[in-house]
Structure formats: structure tokens, C-alpha cells
């Protein structure tokens, strides 16, 4: 028997791990060199820091590489910021609420000149700009503060 709209297949109810929450003052870095919407992954890891940040976490997302292009704030169809079909901005769209809740979004100089030609004018407003040298170093302040860190990296 082909199942109903609305029925639910699975048990929603069971979570077999503890709901961890941040303790004071931690913090969450998600590092993604990763294409923007040739997978899933971009949009799912900026879905789990957003929930990082609800947790408590304080949240840092640097991008770097092709994952720059996910802070661009010149997409849109067929205008800046319009939505061609819905889901269309949903990275951008992401990164706004990441940002109003608090996070901190980097974008590497160097990808975005050098690989990609777009300047950090063209950046959303709020994310900040960093110099390439800076990926190591982030990595490094991630690791010094003792912060859980994501890293998702595809080509």
C-alpha cells in the first residue's frame, strides 16, 4: 500500500545522542572549499553551523577557494538578489541568517581576485575579506581555542 501524504515513515521521535549544547565561551569553525550548488554539501554544512550557532557555539565560517563564491552577492535572476526559482539563493540567503544570528564569514582574497575576478565589493555585505595567508592561521586560532572545528573540501 503506496503510504499518504503527510504519513510518517520513520521513528522522528528517537535521538540516540545527547543534545549537546556550548558550554560558555566555545566555539565552532567551519572551514568549506567546496563548489557552490554542484552539491549538496555547501548548503548542508552552512545549514550545521547555523545550528551550531543556536546551540551556543560562537560561530566562524571561512571560505576559501571555490567556496568563496558562496558569498557573492551579486547572484540573483533576473536581477541581483531575485530568486530565478525557489531555493535558487538559498546559500546566500543562508549566510544572511548565519550572519543576523551572529556568526563571522571570511572569504579569501586570493580566490576571489585571483581564480574567480570578483572584487570584495561584490562580497554580501558583512562578510570580511582576508588574506590568503590567513587560511593557515584560522585553522591554527581554530585549533589554539580548542574549537570544534568542520572542514569539507571538494573539487
Request: glycine letters at 10%; proline letters at 6%; charged letters at 20%.
Amino acid at each position: 500500500m503506496k503510504p499518504e501524504a503527510g504519513q510518517e515513515l520513520y521513528d522522528v521521535a528517537e535521538k540516540v545522542f545527547p543534545d549537546i549544547k556550548a558550554e560558555p565561551g566555545e566555539e565552532a569553525w567551519i572551514f568549506m572549499h567546496t563548489v557552490p550548488y554542484e552539491g549538496s554539501v555547501g548548503l548542508v554544512n552552512l545549514l550545521t553551523a547555523t545550528r551550531l550557532g543556536r546551540k551556543g557555539f560562537k560561530v566562524s565560517l571561512v571560505l576559501y577557494g571555490p567556496g568563496v563564491l558562496m558569498a557573492s552577492g551579486t547572484r540573483g535572476y533576473p536581477a541581483v538578489g531575485q530568486e530565478a526559482f525557489p531555493g535558487h539563493m538559498a546559500i546566500n540567503n543562508q549566510l544572511k541568517t548565519l550572519m543576523s544570528e551572529g556568526a563571522t564569514i571570511y572569504a579569501c582574497r586570493f580566490a576571489m581576485g585571483a581564480l574567480y575576478g570578483f572584487r570584495e565589493d561584490d562580497l554580501i555585505p558583512g562578510v570580511k575579506a582576508f588574506n590568503p595567508l590567513d587560511v593557515l592561521d584560522s585553522a591554527l586560532t581554530a585549533w589554539r581555542n580548542k574549537a570544534f572545528q568542520l572542514n569539507t573540501w571538494t573539487v
